[in-house]
């Protein structure tokens, strides 16, 4: 069994979105804004590697979207998903189980890719179950007016379509039953309803992905939430449980937009929990 960072892009996004009502003055110091206000993001996905199971956590943007659509996001870095994969010697075609923590179209945008005609969509992941929640699926596919803009349908009902979507099961979250990876799922609402956060025990470790709860290491400070987020006062709660659980057990937290810190840990300190340590990712993971 074995855990490689996979990193399908490089992006932008508006510095005062990412981190709410903090101030530019204070964000600015750990996230330095371009010209525009805009602050460096990665894509940072998970591959698993366990038994005759290849897992895919988040896929990134993908590639379909027009050119207007990705003026908005900045564009950056060499970064591509099969780029990524075929560095450990795999295709997409391996892989067989597509875990999404959430279905905004920075997650599960390379889910889903043109046909060879370009008259409709597939799974860009053709041999792979794709695994999300009801709870979710159900928020997504009938979207409020403040997500609808991140709900993308030709992302989700592809999935759907194709009978590849499968549900994961709360609260246990049933995916790796009989794995060597010890594999949970914190289950989180304040950024989106039932936002799936995967926890892995791997060579003495604890890892948690911890996608859009924790953005970046710049988002540790309990009042740092995201504008994006459609429950802040939740997403506050959730971040304290959390991050005290992780302090008091050293998990090791794998930053999916952090362009800069890939995984880190976090102490407990006066000012409350805050970064301890930063690693590579292939350093710690492989």
Not at 73 to 80: A, I, K, N, T, V
Not at 157 to 167: D, T
Not at 201 to 208: A, D, I
Request: net charge negative; glycine share 8%.
């Amino acid at each position: 069994m074995k855990l490689y960072p996979i990193e399908s892009g490089n992006f932008k996004l508006d510095g005062g979105a990412m981190f709410g009502v903090v101030p530019k003055t204070i964000w600015n110091k750990t996230n330095p804004a371009d010209q525009n206000n805009l602050i460096d993001m990665a894509a940072r996905c998970l591959l698993i590697e366990d038994g005759n199971r290849l897992i895919l956590i988040d896929t990134g943007m993908g590639n379909k979207q027009s050119d207007k659509f990705f003026g908005y996001y900045s564009l950056w870095g060499e970064h591509s998903l099969d780029k990524s994969l075929a560095a450990y010697g795999f295709h997409r075609d391996d892989v067989t189980d597509v875990f999404l923590t959430h279905l905004h179209f920075d997650h599960v945008g390379g889910a889903i890719q043109w046909n060879k005609d370009r008259t409709g969509y597939e799974p860009a992941f053709k041999n792979a179950h794709f695994w999300t929640n009801d709870n979710h699926w159900e928020w997504a596919t009938k979207p409020n007016a403040r997500e609808k803009a991140s709900f993308l349908q030709e992302n989700i009902i592809p999935m759907q379509e194709s009978g590849q979507l499968k549900f994961i099961s709360r609260p246990e979250g049933a995916f790796l039953e009989k794995s060597e990876l010890g594999f949970g799922i914190f289950f989180v609402d304040g950024h989106t309803e039932k936002q799936m956060l995967p926890k892995l025990v791997h060579n003495g470790k604890t890892f948690v992905y911890v996608a859009d709860l924790l953005p970046t290491a710049g988002h540790l400070p309990l009042p740092y939430v995201m504008g994006y987020d459609t429950r802040p006062l939740l997403t506050l709660d959730e971040k304290a449980s959390f991050l005290n659980e992780a302090a008091d057990n050293g998990y090791y937290l794998i930053l999916e937009h952090d362009a800069n810190q890939e995984v880190i840990t976090v102490k407990h300190t006066e000012k409350g929990v805050r970064l301890n340590e930063v690693f590579k990712a292939e350093d710690i993971l492989m």
